[in-house]
């Protein structure tokens, strides 16, 4: 698989070192003022000839300190502060900034031409869901555009052609790279999630969205933005001028409804729990839901801000996913997308890796069996909520928790699950530099609390031991829902990276379960 800085356009503009200087107010000594400048990246590592090398302050180390082997790689000058430029010893233009970190997303979006410009954009932040509603707005874009971007936790992809994400937003150089290459091969719409430590980080600067939208805002990251208020200003930057033209807020909660007074730029706002206050005042609402029993997704009726009505659906289960599927439609829509079609789109929307994804369907004496993402209490109780009417039989979990994360939600995780599952299967998820038998510990203490007696507790040191294990208990009336990991493509253990995947496990598990049933027969 390619590295996401090679998704980068194969043809880039050209420009002269000097131009980038003028139009940044930068200072480049004349004699070096024709180098060409095609690319720009913020890491070392990611450098290809002709880079401009931006060398940020950053909270670990300052980039600057990387600088001679970026120009080792091909980096033509350096962006950096005046700290930054004592550390570079290479022989190479160093153009001072005051803020580089600041200066990294506008120069990267000059340097790719503003691609932006020419690409429809849809950007969604929030604490949950960003990931679900991202997937699905693309799913509607889809339905109008020949080729989409998408960039978020699980992929950068354009069009079919995917790699893997290193995380929720890339740095500003290789976000403006995506959607310049994008362009370059046809794409002419953009969906994208907006994490808060990228508002935080800058690497949105520079780049304006067509429509922006806010989930919800939970309690999170607090390690990083202090506090809740300082994760609510960090996330209320993506809904300024020049940011995004205009957003669409879900306000069923106070931070939303706070966002959608103070937004600076226009907005919609959105209201998804029915019932609520705001369904009233909202300019959208949904105004019926049925999660359905059918397991495929739950029907809804969504009230637009002319009165009318209309009925839409999710395909993934649970309230949850109301939400996401009604906020994807408003913000579609808002992207130009005509609402029927909209609706229709995100109805069908492809299957989202590593979110409720349904592996194997329930028959032929296997059960449904499903891979979810959630790693947090709350997103496990919406996880087991979900699949709980769609399970005629016994609800089987496979489940661990992080090492070197959040110790505290080990027990809760526990008894989430002896409260709402079945069966459990404790097993590891990325133990890191911990001693994975003492994190399983810490879950089976909080099983405990609920069924002192371990009854339907098992315990597996292998996840993929684990996974056959339920898969081999249980029956085409259970389910078997497998937490944690969702999409990740690696498994963590003492500092190395295995390649591992839930899903593939489940296959394997599948295909194995029915090699034997075959010579069984
Ligand atoms: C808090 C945070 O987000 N930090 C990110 C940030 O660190 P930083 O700017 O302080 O950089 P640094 O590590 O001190 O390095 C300084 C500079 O030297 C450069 N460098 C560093 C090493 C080297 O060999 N060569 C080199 O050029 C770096 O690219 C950087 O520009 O920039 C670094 C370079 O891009 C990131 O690796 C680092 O992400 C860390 C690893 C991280 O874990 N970030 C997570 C928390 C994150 O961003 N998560 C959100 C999603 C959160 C969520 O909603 O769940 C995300 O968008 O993924
Ligand atoms: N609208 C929502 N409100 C509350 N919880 C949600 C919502 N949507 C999804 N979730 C829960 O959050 C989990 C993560 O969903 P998703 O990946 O779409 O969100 P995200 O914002 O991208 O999160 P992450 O940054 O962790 O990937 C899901 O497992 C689900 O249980």
């Known amino acids: 698989m ?81 700290a930054g430029a004592e550390l570079v010893t290479a022989d190479v233009p160093v153009l001072l900034a005051d803020e580089p970190r600041d200066l990294a997303g506008p120069l990267a979006a000059w340097v790719y031409d503003y691609p932006a410009e020419r690409l429809v954009s849809v950007g969604v932040t929030g604490t949950n869901g960003k990931t679900t509603t991202t997937y699905f707005v693309e799913a509607a874009l889809r339905a109008v555009h020949p080729l989409t971007v998408l960039l978020g936790t699980v992929e950068l992809r354009i069009g079919d052609v995917a790699v893997e994400s290193p995380r929720t937003t890339v740095e500003a150089p ?33 780049l304006e969205l067509d429509v922006a939208g806010f989930s919800n805002l939970q309690r999170d990251h607090l390690d990083f933005h202090g506090d809740m208020e300082g994760y609510f200003r960090d996330k209320s930057r993506l809904f300024a001028p020049g940011q995004a033209r205009r957003g669409v807020v879900v306000v069923d909660d106070e931070w939303g409804r706070r ?22 005042t909202a300019d959208w609402a949904v105004t ?73 369907e329930r028959g032929d004496g296997l059960p449904l069996s499903l891979v979810d993402y959630a790693h947090t209490p709350d997103a496990l109780v919406l996880a087991l909520e979900a699949v709980r009417p769609i399970t005629p039989g016994r609800l089987v979990i496979v489940f661990g928790s992080d090492g070197d ?81 969702g999409h990740e493509p690696t498994q963590e253990i003492a500092g190395v990276f295995h390649r591992y995947n839930d899903r593939d496990v489940i296959r394997e598990a599948v295909a194995l379960a029915r090699a034997r049933a075959e010579q069984h027969a």
């Open 288 to 360: 019926w839901a049925d999660i359905g029993l059918d397991g495929v997704g739950s029907s809804f009726v969504l009230r637009a801000p002319d009165g009318a009505e209309h009925r839409a659906a999710s395909p993934l289960p649970g309230l949850v996913n109301v939400s996401n599927a009604a906020l994807a439609i408003v913000l579609a829509h808002a992207a130009g997308v005509d609402l029927a079609v909209a609706i229709d789109a995100v109805a069908h929307a492809h299957e989202i890796p590593g979110r409720m994804e349904r592996v194997v």
């Open 259 to 280: 966002l959608a007074v103070e937004s600076p730029i226009p907005v919609e706002t959105l209201a998804t729990h029915v019932g609520a206050p705001e369904a009233h």
């Open 405 to 485: 994360r959040d110790r505290g939600k080990r027990p809760i995780m526990g008894e989430i699950a002896a409260r709402l599952a079945d069966v459990l299967v404790v097993t590891d998820e990325n133990p890191r530099s911990e001693d994975p038998a003492s994190i399983r510990a810490a879950i089976l203490g909080g099983v405990r609390s609920v069924r002192p007696d371990l009854a339907d507790v098992h315990e597996a040191t292998s996840r993929a031991q684990a996974i056959h294990d339920a898969l081999a208990l249980a029956t085409e009336r259970d389910t078997v829902i497998v937490t944690g990991k």
């Open 2 to 82: 390619t590295s996401p800085v090679r998704m980068r356009p194969q043809v880039p503009a050209a420009h002269r070192l000097a131009d980038l200087a003028d139009a940044f107010s930068l200072v480049v000594d004349p004699s070096q003022g024709d180098r060409t400048v095609t690319g720009i990246t913020v890491s070392s590592t990611d450098v290809e000839p002709g880079d401009v090398f931006v060398a940020i302050p950053g909270l670990r180390a300052h980039g600057a300190r990387f600088a001679d082997q970026a120009v080792e790689a091909g980096a033509v000058a350096v962006v950096t502060d005046a």
């Open 174 to 206: 290789a976000l403006e790279a995506i959607l310049a290459a994008g362009l370059e091969r046809g794409a002419t719409a953009a969906a994208m999630e907006v994490s808060s430590h990228a508002l935080a980080l800058g690497r949105v600067r520079g």
